[in-house]
């Protein structure tokens, strides 16, 4: 009986170290990353091997074809189309940062510009991007300067509207300190009102070139027709369903690629920002 009572506590503590250890596996985001993205491939193998391949390609497939597609260096190839879908999305969206930032912040501080541009930027803003690219054919043709304003478009406004923001929330208290350090004009703007609404204004180019990358891809696909946009546009067209896939997945990553840049940026130049907070 003893025996028996003893086995049963070992059992239940046996039980008790599982769980545990199942716990704390669980809640290592590594872990339950890894996992999730096997059960994805796994599942996308079943699909893929089970349906048309006209119609869809499971990940054996698509990684061949990819390899072939980066390994091809002529104008079809992933490489030459990746470089000029980068080109086009840094050619929209610099200028984009360069015009939306201050326009955005002086909205925020200056209400004749707010009355006059707030609603005017939050009208287009709520325009699908999509319906822009018939008017741009007709002002400018099929070209790379389509591409660019479709690209300018598409990240100017989320980095204009979230500077607004920053620029509105500057703490009265900030502004306060400011003007008893004798701040005023441009060392004002410069000293306190910028470095406060830069949390928003990071933010805003977070947004913003993702979608810089989603106006760029709509630019190749529907009208100057290069890029990782036409490679998707051109291998849906011909039935190569791995390749728009790899195409697709390259477009993804390039995407996270900037994000990511993004977020480098912004702890290099934010390094005052807890500093000045917001309201």
Sequence with gaps: ML??????????????????????????????????????FIVWQIVGVSLNPLIFSPPGVVAVRMGQLLADGTSNGIPANTLITIETVLAGFIPAVVVGIPVGILIGRNKVAEYSLDPYISLIYAVPIIVMIPILIVWFGSNMTSDYFLVFISGVFPVAINSISGAKNVRATLLE??????????????????????????????????????????????????GLGWLIENSAANFDVAATIAAVIVTILLGIL???????????????????GTE
């Design 3 to 40: 025996e028996q009572d003893q086995d049963k506590v070992h059992s239940q503590k046996a039980k008790k170290s599982t769980l545990s250890i199942l716990a704390t596996v669980l809640t290592n985001k590594w872990v339950v990353r890894v996992y999730a993205l096997i059960a994805f």
């Design 177 to 226: 300190t400011g003007q008893s350090f004798g701040f005023s004009g441009a060392g004002m703007w410069r000293k306190i009102i910028f470095p406060a609404s830069l949390p928003y204004v990071m933010a805003g180019l977070r947004i913003g070139i993702g979608h810089a990358v989603i106006g760029t891809i709509l630019a190749e696909m529907f009208m100057y027709t290069v």
């Design 258 to 276: 900037m994000t990511e840049l993004i977020k480098i940026f912004e702890r290099r130049v934010s390094t005052w920002s807890s500093e000045f």
